[in-house]
T-cell receptor, first 113, second 117 residues
Framework: EDQVTQSPEALRLQEGESSSLNCSYT??????LFWYRQDPGKGPEFLFT???AGEEKEKERLKATLTKKESFLHITAPKPEDSATYLC??????????????FGTGTLLAVQP | EAEVAQSPRYKITEKSQAVAFWCDPI?????LYWYRQILGQGPELLVQ????????DSQLPKDRFSAERLKGVDSTLKIQPAELGDSAMYLC???????????????FGAGSRLTVL
């Protein structure tokens, strides 16, 4: 069964204190791994898609990496506005037209000034 | 920037009542998804449409939930009767059709928060 596990469940950082969020996955065949950011009461906002092991993508203070079993979201010198829930999701190589994403439970990040 | 529109943003209802949610995807997006997100959990797919056809409704509780996308554009998700356990955020998302290279990037709406009393 395809599954996504994120850790830690919650993380509190001081402004400027770098850290990493983990996403481990099992999937029959990976089509893509996604990172989304979700602010309270809002829908998820797309950040990155990674397609193959060794791939890395960056956006401002965020950098996502991918191995065959897990992905990391590195946050460098975070600011309070980076506070949000970060969701990881995988898309499997199913037959047919389905593109559904299987999500983890997320990591709630709080960055204190 | 194009957005996925959803309404209502908030809905409070009593159990056994009927509720309906509406979604208007990004123009040109052939694929539409309804997800349910319980507080503290990740979104879970309820139903996926390709144009007006359902391609995945394996997790949709069909005894009380129904979804339609009659003209292949906007969509309605209905719950009848609502139960206490249905309290959640209902998220609509859309993406380009499966033949597009970026087909797998889903854009989400702001969601509809349902509270069942």
């Amino acid at each position: 069964e395809d599954q996504v596990t994120q850790s830690p469940e919650a993380l509190r950082l001081q402004e400027g204190e770098s850290s990493s969020l983990n996403c481990s996955y099992t999937v029959s065949g990976l089509r893509g791994l996604f990172w989304y950011r979700q602010d309270p009461g809002k829908g998820p906002e797309f950040l990155f898609t990674l397609y193959s092991a060794g791939e890395e993508k960056e956006k401002e203070r965020l950098k996502a990496t991918l191995t065959k079993k897990e992905s990391f979201l590195h946050i460098t010198a975070p600011k309070p506005e980076d506070s949000a829930t970060y969701l990881c999701a995988v898309q499997a190589r199913y037959g047919g037209a389905t593109n559904k994403l299987i999500f983890g439970t997320g990591t709630l990040l709080a960055v204190q000034p | 920037e194009a957005e996925v529109a959803q309404s209502p943003r908030y809905k409070i209802t009593e159990k056994s009542q009927a509720v309906a949610f509406w979604c208007d995807p990004i123009s040109g997006h052939a694929t539409l998804y309804w997800y349910r997100q319980i507080l503290g959990q990740g979104p879970e797919l309820l139903v996926q449409f390709q144009d007006e056809s359902v391609v995945d409704d394996s997790q949709l509780p069909k005894d009380r939930f129904s979804a339609e996308r009659l003209k292949g554009v906007d969509s309605t998700l209905k719950i009848q009767p609502a139960e206490l356990g249905d309290s959640a955020m209902y998220l609509c998302a859309s993406s380009l059709g499966p033949r597009d290279l970026r087909a797998n990037v889903l854009t989400f709406g702001a969601g509809s928060r349902l509270t069942v009393l």
